[in-house]
T-cell receptor, first 115, second 116 residues
Framework: AQKITQTQPGMFVQEKEAVTLDCTYD???????LFWYKQPSSGEMIFLIY??????QNATEGRYSLNFQKARKSANLVISASQLGDSAMYFC????????????FGKGTRLHILP | DTEVTQTPKHLVMGMTNKKSLKCEQH?????MYWYKQKAKKPPELMFV???????INESVPSRFSPECPNSSLLNLHLHALQPEDSALYLC???????????????FGAGTRLSVL
């Protein structure tokens, strides 16, 4: 069964430090996509970064980078120089053809940035 | 512009009321989605529309009725809801292309629904 695992229910990080949010996935489809979304308390799901299974390089978007380790089926999100506004729930997600291309979300990690 | 607009932002309704949630996007996306999200849980897929036709219904109770009147608009009609239907309802849209695994879904801010 395809699934996404986020093992950190909550994290507390000092402002300006780097943060790594863990995500592992499981799929038998060689073609899949991995996504990270941020959800502040306001509710909006904000797309952060995408990594394709065939991409040779790790994806980066500003302060966000995805540490993609295909053999380990790991897709950790790294936030550099964290800011107070990074406090939010973060969801790792995957989609592949084995589930009709539906997005599967992990349970999320609640990130708290401390001043 | 990756904006998906949902209205209203908040809705309180009784179990006998009829109400509708609205979702709009002007990105030319031809796939639109409704998700339900309970507190501290990930979103759960409810419905998928592709080219204005319902393609996926995740066994959602009939008290939820989706409608896609045109390529930019998605509605969710609510009738005779239960208190356990109280949740954040999120709309999303994406461009339909050959490689679905790489399509990015863009979400709205959601409607917080309370059923009394």
């Amino acid at each position: 069964a395809q699934k996404i695992t986020q093992t950190q229910p909550g994290m507390f990080v000092q402002e300006k430090e780097a943060v790594t949010l863990d995500c592992t996935y499981d799929t038998s489809d060689p073609s899949y996509g991995l996504f990270w979304y941020k959800q502040p308390s306001s509710g909006e799901m904000i797309f952060l970064i995408y990594q394709g299974s065939y991409d040779q390089q790790n994806a980066t978007e500003g302060r966000y980078s995805l540490n993609f380790q295909k053999a380990r089926k790991s897709a950790n999100l790294v936030i550099s120089a964290s800011q107070l506004g990074d406090s939010a729930m973060y969801f790792c997600a995957m989609r592949d053809r084995n589930r009709d291309d539906k997005i599967i979300f992990g349970k999320g990690t609640r990130l708290h940035i401390l001043p | 512009d990756t904006e998906v607009t949902q209205t209203p932002k908040h809705l309180v309704m009784g179990m006998t009321n009829k109400k509708s949630l609205k979702c709009e996007q002007h990105m030319g996306h031809r796939a639109m989605y409704w998700y339900k999200q309970k507190a501290k849980k990930p979103p759960e897929l409810m419905f998928v529309y592709s080219y204005e036709k319902l393609s996926i219904n995740e066994s959602v109770p009939s008290r939820f009725s989706p409608e896609c009147p045109n390529s930019s608009l998605l509605n969710l009609h609510l009738h005779a809801l239960q208190p356990e239907d109280s949740a954040l309802y999120l709309c999303a849209s994406e461009e339909v292309s050959g490689g679905a695994a790489k399509n990015i879904q863009y979400f709205g801010a959601g409607t917080r629904l309370s059923v009394l």
